[in-house]
């Protein structure tokens, strides 16, 4: 449960919490953004069928690549910030150890 003197204070860190939402909204902004490519290729295979399923075939490829990538952006940032919360363990065990 976050409290609001942890919010406050910078006890409790959201960041990894707003990183899992922005990955939703990125994975939905490539996905509408694929989607848009596949309906202007289907407008390209009127002038020229090659060059349209060309940038069909590409769509699909550079969705996969485009959400594995944001996906390891996304988890590197939740990374850094669950090494801050890791540190702070340690510091404190260190601490009751003295």
Known sequence: MLKVSDFVGFEKMIAVTVVKVLYWFGLAAIAIGGIVNIVGSFRTMGYSFSMGLGQ???????????????????ELYIVVFSMHDRLGEIRDRLSKQD
């Open 56 to 74: 069909f075939l590409l769509t699909f490829i550079g969705i996969a690549v485009a959400a594995v990538l944001w996906r390891v952006l996304c």
